[in-house]
């Protein structure tokens, strides 16, 4: 079956500009998170839902950071404003089941940002 | 916050070298998972360990979880160019699922 998918691939946006990355989840998939990953370093946890509900919004770095997910599938991360230190690749990951406990994620290919 | 370390982040073996690396956590795990990324992939999970001590093989690979829970270790017996990415390891950090990562320890193999 089709994995996680997440689209445009790559962005390159000027400094003040704003983005929207896309992230399409594995059918049925009720848990969605949200990673950062710079160059050398493992992923950094930005933002989780379980269905439409955004659980955990701990890891976004500013509030110029907006995620949604409206009907508990497919999600946008939004970045307003970008700036430079926002250049990085935004990984999307989903998981089939929810809970107190974590379970296997997938990974998207991911969205590399570069702001310039 | 919690913290999951792998240290060193690079190690060169000479293919059909055994390689171990090891991750540790600053806090006691519920579970660890293991993920590889290839250069210019994206993270795949291989494996996730649950009870203190537990030991998992997948071919020439071998997890193990720590007594404590608070460390695990990764060994690839006779490394092969396959082998080549970063693996990293990740913890649960508190409820609803989500993992903190460690920096990873990224392979590369002498042919």
């Known amino acids: 079956g089709a994995g996680v998918s997440q689209s445009p691939r790559y962005k390159v946006a000027k400094r003040g500009q704003d983005v929207a990355l896309r992230c399409d989840p594995i059918?049925?998939?009720?848990?969605l998170f949200w990673y950062q990953q710079a160059l050398g370093q493992g992923p950094e946890f930005l933002t989780y839902?379980?269905?439409?509900?955004?659980?955990?919004k701990s890891g976004l770095p500013s509030d110029r950071f907006f995620a949604e997910r409206p009907e508990g599938s497919v999600s946008t991360l939004k970045i307003q404003r970008t700036q430079q230190e926002d250049s990085a690749v935004y990984l999307c990951?989903?998981?089939?089941?929810?809970?107190?406990?974590?379970?296997?994620?997938?990974f998207g290919p991911g969205t590399r940002l570069t702001v310039t | 916050g919690q913290q999951v370390m792998q240290i060193p982040q690079y190690q060169h073996v000479q293919e059909g070298e055994d390689f171990t690396t090891y991750c540790n956590s600053s806090?006691?795990?519920?579970?660890i998972q293991w993920y590889k990324q290839r250069p210019g992939g994206h993270p795949v999970f291989l494996i996730q360990?649950?009870?203190?001590?537990e030991v998992k093989k997948q071919k020439r690979l071998t997890f193990q979880f720590g007594e404590a829970k608070k460390n695990s270790s990764l060994h690839i017996t006779a490394t092969q160019t396959t082998d080549v990415g970063t693996y990293f390891c990740?913890?649960?950090?508190?409820?609803?699922?989500?993992?903190?990562f460690g920096k990873g320890i990224t392979l590369s193999v002498r042919p």
């Open positions: 990951a989903s998981s089939l089941i929810a809970g107190p406990r974590s379970y296997e994620q997938y």
């Open positions: 059918s049925g998939h009720v848990s």
């Open positions: 839902f379980q269905n439409e509900a955004q659980l955990d």
């Open positions: 806090t006691t795990l519920s579970n």
């Open positions: 360990l649950v009870k203190s001590g």
């Open positions: 990740a913890g649960p950090d508190g409820a609803n699922s989500k993992l903190t």
